[in-house]
């Protein structure tokens, strides 16, 4: 999901000062589904750059699962743990509005961002992985928030580094008009794979066999899912793009040929449900 990133703090914060911009926090270490009262809106000064430094002014910020993954208590260390009244960040895309270093005003720069209208590029606020400057005159930059972002790079990952489709074989790639899931999809049709996908919304399943050409499309909240792919699949699947978790999964482990494979980035299971997991997963491993 992608948003706009005025829409997320301006509803509650104009009554903030001019030369404030406001950003978003957590509030409290969320369980279960997120609520809008676990986060609140901060105000912070807006300065004229130092040397070296650029203001930029977020146009698109990517809201994807592993933010989820942050507010958790424990586990997935492989990002920073957000802690009340931590700053949220998010993959984007913004302009530089003012510089006084490298980058050039006007110009796009993507990586990742602190959510909130305006924020500071400099030596001092730079993430490990440095942000991309990409020129002003650039069609279609959101692009990079997408194909060539870090929803294209996990389904890459998962397509072309693990799963690798191959022609003949039929692939399930659950929630499949998703970021990742629309991508995994067209890398695993290019390999000459036949595709099965599941998404929650009529109008989703329509647009996965009207535009994207997958062989059926399936409903992840039919409560008889396994069923309903059993009679899909017939012949059952050689790659599974585990996207959703619980019946979902149990269902693909059902239809799962021998020597099968599962690339797992679901993280429904683990975060909202404790006891919606794969129930038969641990036969499998």
């Known amino acids: 999901m992608w948003l706009r990133c005025w829409t997320c703090c301006a509803a509650r914060c104009d009554h903030l000062p001019g030369h404030d911009r406001p950003r978003l926090a957590s509030g409290a270490d969320a369980t279960g589904l997120p609520e809008p009262e676990d986060f609140v809106c901060h105000s912070i000064p807006l300065e004229p750059p130092a040397p070296g430094e650029a203001w930029l002014e977020p146009h698109w910020l990517s809201v994807d699962p592993y933010m989820r993954t942050r507010m958790q208590p424990a586990g997935y260390d492989y990002l920073t743990h957000w802690r009340p009244g931590d700053a949220l960040s998010a993959w984007g895309l913004a302009r530089v509005i003012a510089s006084r270093g490298p980058w050039r005003e006007g110009d796009w720069v993507v990586g990742h961002m602190p959510v909130a209208e305006r924020c500071r590029l400099g030596p001092g606020e730079s993430p490990r992985l440095p942000p991309l400057a990409l020129p002003a005159e650039m069609p279609t930059p959101e692009r990079w928030l997408h194909a060539r972002g870090m929803t294209g790079f996990t389904a890459w990952l998962a397509m072309r580094l693990y799963g690798r489709p191959r022609a003949g074989e039929t692939v399930l790639v659950s929630a499949g008009a998703g970021a990742v899931g629309s991508l995994a999809i067209q890398w695993a049709q290019r390999a000459g794979a036949r595709v099965v996908a599941t998404a929650g919304d009529p109008a989703r399943r329509d647009w996965l066999t009207e535009r994207l050409g ?21 012949e059952g699947i050689d790659l599974s793009i585990e996207n959703v978790g619980g019946s979902v999964f149990e269902a693909a482990i059902d239809v799962l040929v021998p020597g099968g494979r599962v690339c797992c980035a679901d993280w429904s299971a683990s975060t909202i449900r404790p006891s919606h997991g794969a129930r038969r997963a641990t036969c499998h491993v």
């Open 214 to 234: 997958v062989a059926a499309a399936l409903d992840h909240h039919d409560s008889d899912i396994a069923s309903r792919l059993a009679e899909a699949v017939p």
